[in-house]
């Protein structure tokens, strides 16, 4: 009986995590690109102490970004992972990476060097979520536990 009564418990206890991520992953599907470009970049300004120039080239970088993102999304949405070849699957990261890289060049035109260190420290480039949450989310826990 003991059995039965923990292994229950310990399933009701895992679907109620598995609810929790749920909705942290659709929170930023309900958000159009613009709203998603104007949240990060508030972060950033808060993150950074950005100032209002600062804010406003970082504001229509994100808006770029958040289209060109969602583009991108929509356009591999129908293919299935499994059934790209490896030329496919080489040719859609190497896009990826000199995107990123693209995207970083403009970054650090426009913040000084204190700001563009801590932006490569906090993992900023990886939206509006912090690298700290991906962590837990993934099941990694938090950076101070053994």
Same mark, same amino acid.
């Given at each position: 009986?003991?059995?039965?009564?923990?292994?229950?418990?310990?399933?009701?206890?895992?679907?109620?995590?598995?609810?929790?991520?749920?909705?942290?992953?659709?929170?930023?599907?309900?958000? &159009?690109?613009?709203? =998603?470009?104007?949240?990060?970049? #508030? $972060?950033? !300004?808060? @993150?950074? *102490?950005? /100032?209002? &120039?600062?804010?406003? =080239?970082?504001?229509?970088?994100? #808006? $770029?970004? !958040?289209? @060109?993102? *969602?583009? /991108?999304?929509?356009?591999?949405?129908?293919?299935?992972?499994?059934?790209?070849?490896?030329?496919?699957?080489?040719?859609?990261?190497?896009?990826?990476?000199?995107?990123?890289?693209?995207?970083?060049?403009?970054?650090?035109?426009?913040?000084?060097?204190?700001?563009?260190?801590?932006?490569?420290?906090?993992?900023?480039?990886?939206?509006?979520?912090?690298?700290?949450?991906?962590?837990?989310?993934?099941?990694?826990?938090?950076?101070?536990?053994?």
């Amino acid at each position: 009986m003991k059995k039965i009564l923990i292994i229950l418990l310990l399933a009701f206890s895992v679907s109620i995590y598995a609810q929790n991520e749920k909705k942290y992953k659709s929170l930023a599907k309900d958000f &159009t690109p613009e709203q =998603q470009a104007i949240l990060k970049t #508030k $972060k950033m !300004a808060l @993150e950074l *102490d950005l /100032n209002d &120039t600062q804010q406003s =080239q970082i504001l229509e970088l994100n #808006k $770029k970004w !958040a289209g @060109e993102r *969602d583009k /991108n999304r929509e356009a591999f949405k129908g293919q299935n992972a499994e059934e790209m070849t490896a030329t496919d699957k080489f040719n859609r990261m190497n896009k990826m990476l000199d995107t990123q890289l693209a995207n970083q060049k403009q970054i650090k035109k426009i913040l000084n060097n204190d700001q563009y260190e801590t932006w490569k420290k906090t993992g900023n480039k990886k939206g509006y979520r912090s690298t700290e949450r991906q962590g837990r989310q993934q099941g990694k826990g938090h950076k101070n536990k053994k």
